[in-house]
């Protein structure tokens, strides 16, 4: 009888203990996907749940906090920087691209002007031609 109080008593602590554990991963979960104003009730809930706990209890789910929510801001920080590297990269791509549009210009414009230095060189050629050929 007294075995099988201890056996009950263990299997309470520990579903107890497992209970705790999943409520502490829920409420850490939640307040990784809060906004800052819901994050700060969910954080004190959280503070009064660790209040009820024991000393093992509470620093084992405050380092548990800290390790997702650090998670959470490498994954925000890791996400920034990557927004900046592509924006900088497409920035790159649209200087090269304008680069190569005014080359294009002005490629053309020198082309331009060698035509037209080609047709007044012909036309004083044209004019410079012995009149004998005329009728």
Same mark, same amino acid.
């Given at each position: ?62 380092? =548990?906090?800290?390790?997702? !929510? &650090?998670?959470? @801001?490498?994954?925000?920080? /890791?996400? $920034? *920087?990557?927004? +900046? ?14 680069? =190569?549009?005014?080359?294009? !210009? &002005?490629?053309? @414009?020198?082309?331009?002007? /060698?035509? $037209? *230095?080609?047709? +007044? ?15």
């Amino acid at each position: 009888m007294k075995t099988r109080r201890i056996a009950l008593l263990f299997l309470t602590l520990t579903a107890s203990l497992l209970a705790d554990a999943t409520s502490v991963d829920q409420q850490i979960a939640a307040m990784k996907q809060a906004t800052p104003q819901e994050r700060v009730k969910l954080m004190n809930q959280f503070k009064q749940k660790l209040s009820s706990m024991n000393a093992q209890e509470r620093e084992k789910s405050i380092t =548990q906090l800290r390790q997702e !929510m &650090q998670e959470k @801001h490498t994954e925000h920080h /890791q996400t $920034q *920087e990557h927004s +900046q590297h592509t924006e900088a990269q497409r920035d790159q791509m649209q200087q090269s691209e304008h680069m =190569q549009r005014m080359e294009q !210009m &002005q490629q053309r @414009h020198e082309g331009e002007q /060698q035509m $037209q *230095e080609m047709k +007044q060189d012909m036309g004083e050629m044209e004019n410079n031609l012995p009149r004998q050929f005329e009728h």
